[in-house]
């Protein structure tokens, strides 16, 4: 029995808001030699086996990332929320916009989105000087479909503020089936509402969760490292990685912590900072 990939995952950007290297900074993180210690902005690129291609999120750095990943396409975005480091790079999906891309996120976001792309929305803008979009609200635990691809809005708390994580699943499944299959998205999080835990088990423990995990010292709108691991360990993914670091560790210090927290606790999968260009790949259906 074997399974066929359904969807691959390609982090575009483990980084906190300044990216690091930070600007200016001259701390050992910023000035380390390993690449992995190089952290874009946060999103995520995704691929399904039907040819189905998105992102969450286009940060500032999103030209850069899509020639790195070498996205050639792309059906939609799916934003989680309209800070800066997550949307400021949505202009340059103008090369994928031959056709009309739509953007999901929720009616905050989009408003927020529309404001800031003013010249998107306004008739007197021609020709190429935008990109094709279509903005698509979307309501908490609504489900979307991306050709074989069902995409789940999972609200979290970041801060004050309602945002959204994305569950994704390769669709239709036998719902028996889907354990170890999902692939669920929280970055920006600060407190997971118990609904979300919910709506995330309902196709049983992911086979791959990447989560906010911003540095040791806690922070009013990010999970630390530890918030991140405890709720890593309640949503039981096979994998878990940490994403929207800091400078505050080297990743090789990260790891060490991810280590520690799972020897500690037994049951947890398997836990590690993320990286940019990290690729992993879901099983989907099962053959023979
Ligand atoms: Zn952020
Ligand atoms: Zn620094
Ligand atoms: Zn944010």
Redesign the pocket.
Known sequence: MRHTVAVKVVVLGSGTSHG???PG???????SDDSRDKRLRASVYLEGAGGERAVIDTGPEFRIQALRAGIKKLDAVFLTHAHADHLHGLDDIRPFSPVSIPVYGNSQTLDEFRERFAYIFKKTQQGGGKPRIETRPVSAGQKISLGNIAVTAVPVKHGALDIFGWKILENPQNPAENNEKSFVYLTDVSKIPETSFTLIAEDGKPGLLVIDGLRQRPHETHFTFEQAFEAAARIGARQTYITHIC??HFHREIETLCREFTEKQKAAGRISPAWDGLEVELPGKTGF
């Open positions: 690091v290297p930070v900074c001259g701390c050992p993180v910023c000035l400078h505050s």
